[in-house]
């Protein structure tokens, strides 16, 4: 057996399986199938193949998606899940299946570290005037998370939490609320700090609905798939309203500036050369202006973004006095391959076309035109020192020196400045 599959088997070995359930014993060999669908929720991977045994019944699954119930033998029986085109699996593991059980085969975690869950459905019937709710936390990057179910718009300071520190990997037990209208608010674990936001959503009267928590690029905040178990029970995708974004200044003639979004202040005082920390913001078209803090109504640079649900945005402002540009960056925070780190490198600087980016001799990002960043690389945790060369002349522009990376980090270095005095932004995204 492969380390893969004894990590697989690990990781199976949670309290998260079988919650709740009505299972006959395995030993009774039941006529009656199994009733089973499938969920991907990989991170990384858009779309899965999910087999049984020596089929597959289930392809094109996109992240989010869900199939119907399918009825299979009470027996012990192989999941397998690959990604369209591939013959070896990302995961497999055998599950036993027991008579006239309803069960959710999830894919979730991300490619580097996948998990495949069997879990067992509550089908108990809502009260009249009820409907029953089961959160579940496959959320790769966002650790613990508290969640608020409350009438739309109460400011959830002001009231207690509907459960709290839902850990990845793990889910509460069905509960019956009353049927409504609500909105759904996650938070980090022990804070305020709101990491989901559904929005209003109306329940239907005695639906059954298991909620999934999932990531997607962010390094914290999540989104969220409803699954139903009957056919009154909340259905799809129900995206976030919530996306961050990152400011980095690099303007060397503008000083210390801020950033409003459409037209509002959304970031107040971010020198040079310097990042801001993520912020939340609404999703969907939003304008980014910036000002410098000295001169706040003067606009140096106006910057159009579609922000996605449950996404980071890195904003980049660059350049001199009167020619001064901003650019926007799609971060990918999700974990790096364990015992590395993820790190990419952007060209911030007006004044050199293209640059490549050398660590401690070995060359990690080439061509990086003016106003871009490289794709990311991974490589082993240390202490390495980071040189930008012209891609065109091969001449050394700046070297930042003794930059310590530790596993799991994401690192953006940005070379900003003007020809002569360049310098460099090492800024932590997660």
Known sequence: MSKRRISLFALLVLPLLLWGCKVNTINSFPSNPAHVRSVNLLADVPVINVGVNDTTPWTGLTIGSFTPYEDFDNKRTTFSVTAPGATSPISQADFNLAGQQSFTVVAYGLLSSPVLALLADDTSTAPPNNFNLRFINFAVTAGPIDLYLTAPGVDISTVGAT???????????????????????????????????????????????????????????????????????????????????????????????????????????????????????????????????????????????????????????????????????????????????????VNATPDVPSVNAVVSGTTRGTAIASGTASPYVEFGGGTYDVTFTDANTGATLLTVGGIGFSNGQIVSIYLVGPAGALQGIVTQDR
């Open 163 to 345: 459960s709290i520190n839902l850990f990845y990997g793990s889910a509460t037990n069905a509960r019956s609320f009353a049927t409504g209208t609500y909105q759904i608010r996650a938070t980090q674990g022990g804070t305020l700090n709101i990491i989901y936001d559904s929005g209003p959503i109306t329940f239907n009267d005695q639906g059954l609905t298991n909620l999934f928590f999932y990531t997607r690029n962010s390094g914290l905040l999540v989104n969220a798939a409803f699954v139903p178990i009957n056919a009154q029970g909340t259905s799809g995708i129900v995206d976030n309203l919530l996306a961050r974004v990152k400011p980095i200044n690099g303007a060397f003639d503008a000083g210390t500036v801020n950033v409003l979004e459409n037209g509002v202040s959304f970031y107040t005082q971010i020198p040079y050369p310097a990042a801001g920390a993520y912020i939340n913001s609404l999703t969907g078209a939003r304008t980014l202006t910036f000002e410098p803090d000295a001169l706040p109504g003067a606009t140096i640079a106006t910057l159009p973004v579609q922000l996605n649900p449950a996404t980071d945005t890195s904003v980049v402002v660059m350049g001199r006095a009167g020619a001064t540009t901003a650019f926007a960056l799609n971060d990918d925070n999700l974990f790096p391959s364990p015992d590395n780190v993820k790190v990419r490198f």
